[in-house]
Structures are given as C-alpha cells and as structure tokens.
C-alpha cells in the first residue's frame, strides 16, 4: 500500500466542470471573517445545505486536486486501484450550483481531467463509468454528464417519491440522461428506507453489473458514500461492511481492475470506518467475507428493480425487455376489450354453471364525485346464490375481493407458443365457493375488480404516496368501494334470515369491510370476520367504538404475509395490536387458508 501525496486543485481543472462563479464564490470565502460567514451560513444552510468557515476553500481545493493525483496514478497503472479519504464530500455539487455539503464535485472534475489527459494510447480512458452507492441521488454528478456519453452515471439511492433530499423527479428511474446521453443515467431509487445487502446485491446482479459490463469503462469511479450503511441516522438503511465488499469486488472486475473509490457522505463514524476498511481490503485482493445465509431482495427492492430494468430496456441489449407495456395512448385508435371486461364476462359465465350464482344489479351509488378528477364508472361486480332467499343456510358469506393476479407469459422463440397461451389468471376465490357449497353456506361475492391503484411503489413507509390529485382520485376510489359495501349489506345481508354472517375480505378489499364494521351494526349476527391482506397497506382494527373494537379482537382473524413491510419497521408485537389478530403467513400458506 502506498500513500498519494495530496495536492490542490488548480482554477482550470474546476472549470472543466464547474462555472467560474463556483470558484470565485468558494474561494471569496477564504477572505471572509468568521462572524460574516457565520452571519450568511443560516441563509446557505437553509438555502443549499451548505455549512462554511474560512478553512472550507482550502480543504476543497484538496478534495478535488487529491483525487485527481489519485486518478493519475491509476489511469498510468503507478498503482492497480485507489481510495481516496476526501472531506469535503462532492456529488451534490452541480455546474453552477455548490449544495449539499459539497463545493466542487470532486468526482465530476476528475473524470473530465482523466478523459483531458488521457485520450488515447495504451492507458485511455474514455469511457468512465460513475457508481454512485451514497444513500442520496448524486444530482451533481448527472447533471454534469446528462447529455454525454462518455460518462455512465448509476446510482442508488433513497428517492421515497421525490420526498428525499435532494429531492424532485431528478433521480427518479425516468431521469435517464438527455440527448445523447440518454440511458447513460441509471437510477435505481428506492422508494423508502429500510433496504440492506439483499437489495443492494440484487440491484447488482439485475441492473448495474449487465449494465457495466455491456457499456464496458476505461476506468470505474465509485461515489462511495457510507450513508446507507447500518447505523447511519440519515440514510436508516442497512447495508453491512460485507455488502460494501462484495459491490466493491464486483466493480473490480471491470477496467482492467482500474478502480477507484471517492468518500462522499456518511454520518456514524463507525459504520463509515468498518465499511471503508472493509472496501480497502477487497482494494487490496482480499476476499470479501461471506454474507450470511438468506440474505435475499426484500419485495419492494425486487419492485423497484424490475420497474428499472423495464426503462433502461430501452438502451440496454443486457436488460431484457419483459413484455410489452400497455400504454393506451399508443393504441388509441385499435379496437379493444378491457381484460377484466373479459373476466368480468367469463366469471359471471363460470359463477353461474359450476356454483348457480347469479348476477345482482349494482345500480351507481350516490357519491358526490370530486369534479377535478375523472373516475371510470364501477366494475363491481355482485355476484350470490340464485336462492340466497329461499333456502335455509347454515350461514351466509359476505367476501370482499380484488381480483387475482395475472401471469402474463414470455413468448417462447423456440416452441413458437405466444404470450396468450403462457399466460393466466390466478383466481384463488373459487376454493372457498367449493368450501361454501359443502358446508351449506350461501355466498354474497363482491368483486372489486382493480379499483385499487395502490401498488407498492407509491408506498412510503405505510402511506399512500400520491400526488393531490392522485390523492383525491384514490380517496374517491375508497368511497365508491365501501359505499358499495355498504349497499351490499343493506340490500342482501341485512335482509336475509339467518342467524350466521361470516365477513370476509381479501386483499385490498379488507379496507370495505373494516368500513361496514365501523358503520353498520353487524355484531349480533356476525360470528366471524377474516381478513386476508395482501402486499399493499394494511386497514387497522376500528378504533373510534370501543366496543366495536373489542367484539373485532375477539371475532377476527387477520392473515399477513410474513414479508410484509408493516412488521419489518413497525415492531410486531405493537403493529399486530393495531391490526387485530394477526397470523402471519407465508404467501402458500395464504392461498392454502381458503380451503
Ligand atoms: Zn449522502
């Protein structure tokens, strides 16, 4: 191991990124007393994140004129790879713009100074890929290089919908780089925190390894921020030493082993140290040490990679298209059938011949509708026992669903099969018809088809993530279903003789009927509710009626799946008791409870 000697930066190398205003602005600081700057930082701290004494010039101009000599040494292979321990940190820094605890963007400056210097020859680098793995988007470092080519940015980070500092749809998987550049921006933003080794591993092997080696860089720089290490109050994420060293030891692989990894951001000491040390070894040709058995992608990370590979599709051979996206702008002017038209068709069909189930008309129910948002009509569907009246049942089953999950099929080349042979329809539903129909119990089925747009991308912790009129519409959208709920009850159940109801709901249905527990009086006759949740928000138990509540904890049941992000940052034992009672079950166990 060998130290570089440390350097400053000079005027022209900042400007191969930065405007001249930056370094004349940075510089001009040096001159100020420290009771001016510390009269200006609250308006820079508010303003751009920017903390400043008469030393930050100075150590500035080192950051960035240190990394160069790094770099040097690197591209002229004096030494196999580096790291370099610079304060401050830089990939915040943009063009015109020092925010973010950052003055120059140290990596930014760099990367042009390798392509200046080294243009061609046995040691070129021309092509240089950026991997940005602080826990922020580094809008500094995309910026600089939006439109061109020469430099792959991709990065990870916390982006919670835009909500994360520094914020805004730049960073989001749509900001894929502009003009010429576009696709050499690849942004995989996860949209909460929470995320670990799994994750981060996963989003490797899925996006930015394919990617790295299709795109193949003269020279790999890591923004190498600590901030999503475990521990790190700001980034409350949760990646270990070992996760750092098995990116870093991926990334090796690449450049001739030309690697080279820049401090940005960190906020516990100790968890930046153990992570830099771990890194350093891996720099060094140690192995990284092994990660412990079932470390695996947690369901939001494997949403949020599978989104991303979908928009890099577009620009990268080594990313696999899935499928074609509908998009119904594109097809305005074909003729076609709504899919849950065709199954709304197929079960009323299927209802009808295997169960005797009939249709019942579902006439609009009077919601006043917010007149900026435009919602389709109802595709309810109400569906119950020709004779519900007539006979005599054990009990009667109210259920409350969405619809099942729809496979869709990759066409296979080879045995010529196409997408609509290979793909289905899950549709759990019937196996507690069949259980109904043996025991002599009646069933009421509402099905709400997909009036839930609530998916897990637009989930930030528990909360819907929406914009306002995203909000209204959804909120809109919950009215409708329970007021159809409602309806139901009133018009089917309410009316009907018998001494048993069993509510049950499923999926993102469990919302309705915690709704009509909390409005109608149905404990007399109710002897069971079971409420079976999916991956999206979780209704919790009434709250408002103590009485209510206390009937709901005793008659209900409430089936999780195990994975579900609710427990993970909510301590079980405390998000249980705000649920009902909870089991949790894994997603087999969960089909299975039907029968
Ligand atoms: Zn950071």
């Known amino acids: 191991m060998v130290r570089i000697r440390t350097r400053q930066v000079e005027k022209w190398e900042v400007l191969l990124v930065h405007d001249e205003g930056i370094w004349n602005g940075v510089e001009r600081t040096a001159f100020i007393s420290r009771e001016t700057l510390a009269m200006q930082c609250p308006t820079?701290?508010?303003?751009?994140?920017?903390?400043?004494?008469?030393?930050?010039?100075?150590?500035?101009?080192?950051?960035?004129?240190?990394?160069?000599?790094?770099?040097?040494?690197?591209?002229e292979r004096r030494i196999r790879n580096g790291f370099a321990v610079i304060r401050p940190p830089g990939h915040h820094a943009e063009p015109k713009q020092s925010m973010g605890f950052c003055l120059y963007n140290n990596v930014a400056v760099a990367s042009r100074w390798?392509?200046?210097?080294?243009?061609?020859?046995?040691?070129?680098?021309?092509?240089?890929?950026?991997?940005?793995?602080?826990?922020?988007?580094?809008?500094?470092?995309?910026?600089?290089?939006?439109?061109?080519?020469?430099?792959?940015?991709?990065?990870?980070?916390?982006?919670?919908?835009?909500?994360?500092?520094?914020?805004?749809?730049?960073?989001?998987?749509?900001?894929?780089?502009?003009?010429?550049?576009?696709?050499?921006?690849?942004?995989?933003?996860?949209?909460?925190?929470?995320?670990?080794?799994?994750?981060?591993?996963?989003?490797?092997?899925?996006?930015?390894?394919?990617?790295?080696?299709?795109?193949?860089?003269?020279?790999?720089?890591?923004?190498?921020?600590?901030?999503?290490?475990?521990?790190?109050?700001?980034?409350?994420?949760?990646?270990?030493p070992a996760g750092y060293a098995h990116m870093t030891q991926m990334l090796n692989a690449l450049a001739d082993g030309r690697l080279i990894v820049a401090l940005e951001g960190g906020y516990e000491v100790n968890a930046i140290a153990h992570s830099a040390v771990a890194v350093a070894k891996v720099l060094l040709g140690g192995v990284p040490s092994e990660l412990p058995a079932g470390t695996a992608c947690g369901p939001i990370a494997a949403n949020t990679c599978r989104q991303v590979a979908q928009v890099q599709s577009k620009y990268w051979r080594s990313i696999p298209r899935e499928h074609e996206a509908a998009d119904a702008s594109m097809d305005e002017d074909l003729p076609k059938v709504e899919l849950r038209e065709l199954v709304r068709h197929w079960r009323t069909h299927h209802l009808w011949n295997s169960y005797g189930y009939s249709d019942v008309p579902l006439p609009e129910v009077g919601i006043p509708r917010p007149s900026l948002v435009r919602l389709p009509?109802?595709?309810?569907?109400?569906?119950?026992?020709?004779?519900?009246?007539?006979?005599?049942?054990?009990?009667?089953?109210?259920?409350?669903?969405?619809?099942?999950?729809?496979?869709?099929?990759?066409?296979?080349?080879?045995?010529?099969?196409?997408?609509?042979?290979?793909?289905?329809?899950?549709?759990?539903?019937?196996?507690?018809?069949?259980?109904?129909?043996?025991?002599?119990?009646?069933?009421?089925?509402?099905?709400?088809?997909?009036?839930?747009?609530?998916?897990?991308?637009?989930?930030?912790?528990?909360?819907?993530?929406?914009?306002?009129?995203?909000?209204?519409?959804l909120s809109a959208l919950a009215t409708q279903t329970n007021e159809e709920l409602l309806y139901t009850?009133?018009?089917?159940?309410?009316?009907?003789?018998?001494?048993?109801?069993?509510?049950?709901?499923?999926?993102?249905?469990?919302?309705?009927?915690?709704?009509?527990?909390e409005h109608r009086s149905v404990r007399g006759r109710t002897k069971a509710v079971v409420q079976i949740m999916g991956m999206s928000t979780l209704p919790l138990a009434p709250r408002d009626d103590v009485d209510t509540k206390r009937w709901y904890y005793r008659n209900s049941k409430v089936i999780c799946p195990q994975h579900h992000p609710f427990f993970a940052w909510g301590g079980q034992k405390r998000a249980c008791k705000r649920l009902g009672r909870v089991e949790r079950s894994s997603e087999l166990a969960l089909m299975a409870s039907f029968s």
């Not at 069993?502 to 309705?512: D, E, P």
């Open 489 to 517: 009850w009133d018009n089917l159940i309410d009316v009907c003789d018998t001494e048993n109801i069993i509510l049950v709901g499923y999926g993102q249905a469990c919302h309705a009927i915690t709704n009509l527990v």
């Open 114 to 240: 390798l392509q200046n210097k080294y243009k061609d020859g046995p040691n070129k680098v021309q092509k240089i890929l950026i991997l940005d793995w602080d826990v922020h988007h580094g809008n500094g470092t995309q910026l600089a290089f939006d439109e061109d080519p020469s430099v792959l940015y991709m990065s990870l980070h916390r982006h919670d919908g835009g909500d994360f500092y520094p914020g805004g749809p730049f960073g989001s998987m749509h900001s894929v780089g502009r003009g010429a550049g576009a696709g050499y921006s690849v942004n995989v933003p996860w949209p909460s925190k929470g995320m670990g080794d799994g994750d981060y591993l996963h989003a490797f092997q899925r996006i930015i390894m394919p990617i790295a080696y299709e795109y193949a860089p003269d020279m790999v720089i890591i923004s190498a921020g600590f901030d999503a290490a475990a521990g790190d109050p700001l980034g409350e994420c949760f990646v270990s």
């Open 44 to 75: 820079l701290e508010r303003e751009s994140s920017l903390y400043l004494n008469e030393h930050s010039a100075l150590c500035a101009r080192l950051s960035a004129g240190s990394l160069i000599e790094m770099c040097d040494a690197v591209a």
């Open 377 to 473: 009509a109802s595709q309810t569907q109400v569906m119950c026992n020709k004779d519900l009246f007539e006979k005599s049942w054990e009990a009667v089953i109210l259920f409350a669903h969405d619809m099942g999950n729809l496979r869709v099929g990759q066409q296979d080349i080879q045995t010529e099969k196409t997408v609509g042979a290979t793909s289905y329809l899950i549709d759990s539903t019937f196996a507690l018809y069949d259980r109904a129909r043996e025991k002599n119990y009646a069933v009421v089925d509402v099905n709400f088809f997909g009036s839930f747009p609530i998916g897990l991308t637009e989930q930030k912790g528990l909360q819907p993530q929406a914009t306002a009129n995203a909000a209204t519409t």
